[in-house]
Each structure stands twice: as C-alpha cells, then as structure tokens.
C-alpha cells in the first residue's frame, strides 16, 4: 500500500498551527525537531513530476514540481531547517518557531510551484512571515528594520505580480518554467526576483533588517529568501546576460561594505550579498557547469552561512555585544574556544579553503566563467574570494576573538553558549567538512551531470596562492583595518532620505487640508447665520457696531404675514398689467 505524499511545505506550516495547541514545553521542543524529519521523509517519495495539480478557473495550480532542480533546494532547505531548530531549541517564545515553520513552509512552496500563481502567493508569504524574526527582537531599530523589510518585499511582490499578469495575459499560461526575457512581464518578474536575491541596488533591505533579527531567527533568514531568489532564477532566466555583470559587480560590491563594517552580523549579511552574487552570474553565465555550480555554491553557503551567523549570534547571546569595537582585546578566545574553531569551520568555507565546501562550489563557477571565455568575470570573482578571506577570515576573527583594544579593555563575562547551539554549530561545521571532503555528495544531486574535478592540481595550487597572498596582507595592513564605530550608509539612503521627503510631503498636504477645512468651516458657518437671518446679518457686516446675534428668535425678528402677501399680490398685478394685456 502506497501512501500519496504531503507537500513538504504544507507540512511545516500545519506543524506551526500544531505548535499552538501544544502546552508542554518538550513537547513543543520535540515537534519542532520532527517537523523537519517528516518532512524530508516526505520529499524522498517523490519522484520527479507533478504532484497536487488544480483547476482553477481556465487555469492549472501545480503546487508540486519534482525535478533534480528543485530536489538540490529542496534537500538543503530541510536539511537546514532541523540544523536552525536544534540552534533555537531552547528558545521559550513559541511565536518564533511558528514564523521560523511558516517561513520554511513557504520557501518550500516556492520551491516546488509549478505556476506562477502558486509561486506568487508562497512568495508574499514568505515576506510576511520572516518579518517576525526580525520584530521579536523587541528593540525599537528591529520594529523599524522590520518595517522596512516588509515595505520592500511588498514592493517587490507587487513589481512580481504585475509580472506575472502581464505575461500570463501576452502568452496565456501560467506554467513556471523558463521565461523569455523579452517584453515588460518578464522584465518586472526578474525585477521581483532579483531583489529577493538583494542584487544591488536592491540590496539595502539585507544588512539592514537581519543583523537586527533575532540571535536565532537571523539564523534561519539567512538560508532562505536570497537561495530561494537563486533557484527562481535558474528556473527562470538562465542564461540572461544581464545576470552575469549583475551577479559579478553584487560579488565585488558586498566584499568593499564588508571590509569597512563594525556590526558582525551586518560584516556576515553584505557576504550574504557577495556570496548570491556568484549564483548570479552562474545563472547568467547559463551553461550546464555555470547551473551546476550556482546550485552547489546555494547548497554550500546555506551550510557555511548558517554557521557563520550561529557562531556571530552565539557571541552576541553570551555577551550582549555585536559591534567588533566593543568586543577586541577582551580575549574571548580563552573564554569561547569551541565557538571559535566552529566559527573558523564556516570561514574557512566561505573563503574557498581547500578540504572545505566553499571550495568545490566556487571554483566550479569560476570555472565555468573561464570555459565560456569570461576573463573579467573570473577575475572578479577571483578578487571577490580574497576579499571573502580578508574580511571574514581573518578581520573578524581577529577583532572579535582576538585584537588589542583602543582603550582599557573592559572585562566581559562570557563563556560558551548553550549545549544546543553548539551542538547544532557541530553538526553543521560537520556537514560543511564531510561535502567539501566528498564533493560527489553534492555533484551527484545537481541538475546536470557534472563532469568538473575540483581537486585538480592547478585548481588547489591557484586557491592556496590566493589563500597566503590575502594572509600576507592582512598581516602587513590589520592596523589599517581596525574598523571605527560608525555605521556605514548603503542605497538605503535614498529611502531613507526619501521616506523624509515624501513625510514632509505629506505633513505639508495635511496642514493645507487643515487651513482649507478651518476657511471652509468659517464660511458654511457664515452662510448658516445668513440663512436664518439674512437682513440682520447682512447689517452686522456693513455696521460693524451693531453686535451680531449668535441664536436666531424668530418671533422677534420675523415681519407680518400681510407684508409678504401684499408684496406677492403687487408683483402678481404688475405682471398681469404688463404681460396679459398686450
């Protein structure tokens, strides 16, 4: 007996309705850990096809489409799913795990939509959920970093349905397959993409709103919306041009805010920009190696990303403090050893070092660039991995476990974050090892058959050169790279500044409403009293000494029948004699 698989996203979101019901604290622990489990249970007995088709008007829903594409994301978010619960397990506020699920679930539904439709409706859910893990942060910077967050993705929803029914109504189907990058639709459908993917300049709404998020919850952001923006965009747009110079620049552009950042966590979300810049352009580049290795780089950099921002938060958790100036010269390397060696796992990583799994993804998309005779492109996304190991690498570690403070250092109890964080902090620095030690377990998962060795001599030999030649500098140039206490401006401010025009706009509009209402208001009342009274009114005005009677008595001011009628019958006589008479 055969039993008819649940959408793995539906899944996530019934468990976050469950966890509501639940009273028991372990019992709430529990489900958040199986939901994950069950869920990937669920994807391994799906083969490829369609799976949950609907009419819908003249119209097809297909809430599930299974191919080797779809499947990569689909692995890595459930994997990561479970690694960011055991992270956040010991957080009290269910709320959390609710949105955190609810968030899974309809990255997961994006990933599986057939039709545009279903994609657009688990893309705006996605919006509206994650927002909560920045909000529980409860600070007055993560309320307005949320809103802001949310403002831009609904933005981005509504450029993405325009979209969608500009081309649905030119072509007359729904379908979610490759779309041909040629009218106003699909212009506006890439514009909704790209900035989920925080292409620059589109990219503000990331550092700002997840290194407010919570500890625990800037965790689960990162693995989700920007790879989800990737795997539309392979689906979608492979091999558009634009992709490839967008992704290249996005590479070098969040390497340069980087370097100068103070905040940890915000130095960790503009690599989140440079890391989805090589996803890009390896859709751009549009080749079967280019797809390949923009998979696998998504695949490795929700591992290694998640570790990095598990080790950031950790530090933030124990020491209240995320800002590389408040934390140098307090020797947190004596007091937080094992988060540091995991933290260095995910450097490591991220930079490309051999052994770890940064390195099979990155340099096949190098690769690929090279194979498709793109000499700039490589040479920038080589420049783009030293800067990586530059600044993540060796600049914060440096100053947040090591460094020499600029002042007396100010002693900071700490010690290491609880079992479950670094439990979950293992386990991913394990996964982060194990697939760049055996990269067959990612290349045999990809879309296309992968015939790239990164272990080749040249491969290795040209990623250790770039490797020392980044430690030499740093060596020589670290005084130089003491990051100062400020906070760097990105093209969030022309929002910014914008959000005051278009404020003192409106405040202008609301005080000329209010003068018009008070002038109107003055003459409805004028021609109120004018109508109850209109000879004493009238002599008010002209005599200004004569004083103006507020309450009309109409016994006192009305005149005799017999005037009105005699008037009435003069008038009457006058027309008769004039006009009946001739």
């Not at 039709?115 to 657009?120: A, G, P, R, S, V």
């Not at 590389?324 to 990583?349: N, Q, W």
């Not at 005799?560 to 003069?570: A, D, F, H, K, T």
Request: glycine share 10%.
């Amino acid at each position: 007996m055969t039993i008819d698989p649940i959408h793995p996203g539906i899944i996530f979101i019934l468990g976050a309705i469950l966890l509501q019901f639940l009273k028991f604290r372990t019992l709430k622990q529990l489900l958040v850990l199986i939901i994950p489990a069950v869920a990937f249970g669920m994807l391994l007995q799906m083969p490829e096809g369609s799976y949950w088709t609907y009419d819908f008007l003249t119209y097809k829903l297909v809430l599930g489409r299974v191919d080797r594409l779809s499947m990569v994301f689909g692995y890595i978010f459930i994997i990561i799913a479970f690694l960011g619960m055991v992270y956040a397990i010991h957080i009290k506020e269910s709320g959390q795990h609710v949105a955190a699920l609810i968030y899974i679930g309809a990255t997961l539904g994006v990933t599986f939509a057939g039709d545009l439709f279903t994609l657009f409706v688990f893309w705006e859910l996605m919006a509206i959920s994650s927002v909560f893990l920045v909000w529980y942060s409860k600070t007055d910077r993560a309320l307005k970093a949320g809103f802001r967050y949310l403002m831009v993705h609904l933005f981005g929803g509504c450029v993405l349905l325009a979209g969608i029914i500009i081309y649905v109504s030119e072509t007359g189907s729904t379908s979610f397959t490759q779309i041909e990058f040629n009218g106003l639709g699909p212009v506006l459908i890439l514009v909704g993409f790209i900035l989920n993917a925080a292409v620059p300049p589109l990219n503000a709404w990331l550092p700002d709103a997840y290194p407010e998020g919570t500890v625990t919850g800037s965790v689960i952001m990162t693995a989700f919306t920007t790879k989800s923006a990737v795997y539309v965009l392979a689906r979608a747009f492979p091999g558009v041009e634009l992709l490839v110079w967008l992704g290249a620049i996005m590479a070098l552009y969040g390497i340069v805010f980087a370097i100068i950042e103070n905040d940890i966590r915000r130095l960790l979300a503009y690599h989140i920009i440079s890391q989805v810049g090589y996803m890009v352009c390896g859709v751009g580049i549009g080749t079967e190696m280019a797809i390949n290795g923009a998979t696998a780089h998504a695949f490795c950099h929700i591992l290694y990303k998640a570790l990095l921002f598990m080790g950031a938060g950790a530090v933030l958790y124990v020491t209240g403090r995320s800002k590389v100036t408040d934390l140098e010269g307090r020797g947190l390397y004596k007091k937080m050893p094992i988060t540091l060696i995991l933290y260095m796992i995910g450097a490591f990583s991220i930079s490309g070092v051999p052994l770890f799994n940064g390195f099979i993804s990155k340099s096949m998309i190098g690769a690929a660039a090279g194979a498709d005779h793109r000499p700039i492109i490589e040479i920038m996304l080589h420049l783009a991995s030293v800067g990586t190991f530059l600044s993540v690498g060796l600049k914060l570690p440096w100053g947040t476990w090591f460094g020499k403070s600029k002042g007396p250092a100010e002693q900071i109890e700490a010690k290491e974050p609880p079992f479950n964080m670094i439990l979950a902090m293992s386990l991913t620095g394990f996964l982060c090892i194990l697939t760049g030690c055996m990269p067959s377990l990612i290349y045999n998962i990809l879309p296309f058959p992968v015939h790239f060795h990164p272990y080749a001599g040249y491969h290795v030999i040209g990623m250790c050169q770039l490797i020392l030649l980044t430690g030499l500098v740093f060596y020589l140039v670290v005084n130089k790279l003491t990051p100062h206490a400020t906070r760097s401006l990105d093209t969030d401010w022309f929002y910014r500044k914008g959000a005051d025009l278009v404020m003192k706009f409106c405040y202008g509009i609301s005080d000329f409403r209010t003068y018009i209402q008070g002038k109107t208001t003055k003459l409805i009342d004028g021609l109120i009293k004018l109508s109850e009274n209109p000879g004493y009114y009238s002599r008010s005005i002209i005599n200004k000494n004569e004083k103006k009677l507020d309450v009309f008595d109409p016994d006192f001011y009305r005149q005799p029948v017999g005037i009105g009628v005699m008037i009435s019958l003069v008038i009457f006589s006058l027309y008769c004699i004039i006009f009946l008479s001739k």
